[in-house]
């Protein structure tokens, strides 16, 4: 696994947290402890209610497309190879039941066959010994 030469996460804090869980093959976010609405990315406080109680709750994996863009033109070198992640590629952002949204891509869908409100679920796909990353598959 340590040909992955694509752009990875920094595991800091709660990001590492976050990862970790992906690591594990698990999707995990925050949820606030005192209204009850789930965030992501990770951070310390709520955007709703202001409060610093929270707690990882465990996702249900499932989730809708809610947007996508088309990459036809590399512009990382990382992106310039010839493999499943090279272009035309077509990072998607889910739209999670629990209400946020997570920024992925499909292992099985190529570009064109892309649909708002697609259903999908998580699949976990371990890039290096340290990071997995949450991608997606068509229900
Ligand atoms: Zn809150």
């Not at 863009?69 to 077509?90: E, K, Q, T, W």
Request: aromatic share 10%; charged share 20%.
């Amino acid at each position: 696994m340590s040909e992955y030469s694509k752009p990875l996460p920094g595991l800091e804090g709660l990001t590492k947290d976050f990862y970790g869980f992906c690591k594990q093959e698990s999707l995990h976010f925050q949820q606030c402890s005192q209204c009850g609405v789930f965030r992501h990315v990770p951070r310390e406080t709520c955007a709703e209610c202001n409060s610093f109680e929270w707690e990882w709750t465990k996702s249900s994996g499932r989730g809708t497309i809610f947007s996508w863009v088309v990459i036809n033109r590399a512009l990382h070198p990382a992106f310039y190879d010839p493999s499943p992640d090279a272009v035309p590629m077509a990072p998607i952002v889910v739209e999670m039941e629990e209400g946020v949204r997570l920024v992925s891509n499909m292992v099985d869908c190529p570009p064109d066959q892309l649909e708002m409100g697609m259903p999908v679920s998580v699949v976990f796909e371990a890039v290096t010994d340290e990071v997995t990353l949450p991608r997606f598959r068509r229900v």
